[in-house]
């Protein structure tokens, strides 16, 4: 059963960058079939989607963020990453990683499988 | 950008009766491929969000046949034909046709 988990920046300070890296078991990453997608949620808010990544290759990015954003996948760790700079108060969320079932061609199905979260709070 | 539009934003349901929620999208959610990529999620209080239904009403592994999602174009629903106790959460619809976006999500409670 594939499980996602979220390392834990906890308090990041403005204007630096908030490193989260998602850690995939009992699944391989590099599986032809599965985008890998981060999203966040504020406080008491609704969720946004920032950024997906296939098979270690293409990237998406929410439009809104592209300019501070960079995924990446480690096929050898399993591991996603996802690096936002100059990160401001506006940024505090609870980040989750999740996997995006995908047809080669095609749009996705949606995120099947969601991490615990991870907090992230700018603050100085 | 595609915006994604839920009605209502809270969604107060009696025990035992059906519940609908609405979602709209500002673009049609059609491929070239012909399917529609638009799913439902529910969130439960401190959870993380589960995906009930994909490509419009494709029902996810485990999720009980009282959800039902339908619609096309930029026009969808999700129904729950009798609320349970463990319904109660944030239902969000997520477009995957253009990019990624979420609707603002509907919160659903037992009155």
């Known amino acids: 059963q594939v499980q996602l988990q979220e390392s834990d920046p906890g308090l990041v300070k403005p204007s630096e960058t908030l490193s989260l890296t998602c850690t995939v078991s009992?699944?391989?990453?590099?599986?032809?079939?599965?985008?890998w997608g981060w999203i966040r949620q504020p406080p008491g808010k609704g969720l946004e989607w920032i950024a997906s990544?296939?098979?270690?290759?293409?990237?998406y990015y929410n439009p809104s963020l592209k300019s501070r954003l960079s995924i990446s996948v480690d096929m050898s760790k399993n591991q996603v990453s996802l690096k936002l700079r100059s990160v401001t108060a506006a940024d505090t969320a609870l980040y989750y990683c999740?996997?995006?079932?995908?047809?080669?061609?095609?749009?996705?199905?949606?995120?099947?499988?969601w991490g615990q979260g991870a907090m992230v709070t700018v603050s100085s | 950008d595609v915006v994604m539009t839920q009605s209502p934003l809270s969604l107060p349901v009696t025990l035992g009766q059906p519940a609908s929620i609405s979602c709209r999208s500002s673009?049609?959610?059609?491929?070239?491929?012909?399917?529609?990529?638009l799913s439902w999620f529910q969130q439960r209080p401190g959870q993380s969000p589960r995906r009930l239904l994909y490509?419009?009403?494709n029902r996810d592994s485990g999720v009980p046949d009282r959800f039902s999602g339908s619609g096309s174009g930029t026009d969808f629903t999700l129904k729950i034909s009798r609320v349970e106790a463990e319904d109660v959460g944030v239902y969000y619809c997520?477009?995957?046709?253009?990019?990624?976006?979420f609707g603002q999500g509907t919160r659903l409670e037992i009155e």
């Open positions: 999740a996997r995006d079932p995908v047809m080669v061609g095609a749009p996705s199905d949606g995120f099947d499988i």
């Open positions: 009992g699944g391989s990453i590099s599986t032809t079939n599965y985008l």
């Open positions: 990544i296939y098979n270690g290759g293409t990237t």
């Open positions: 673009q049609s959610l059609v491929y070239s491929d012909g399917n529609t990529h």
């Open positions: 490509k419009v009403s």
């Open positions: 997520m477009q995957t046709t253009h990019l990624i976006t």
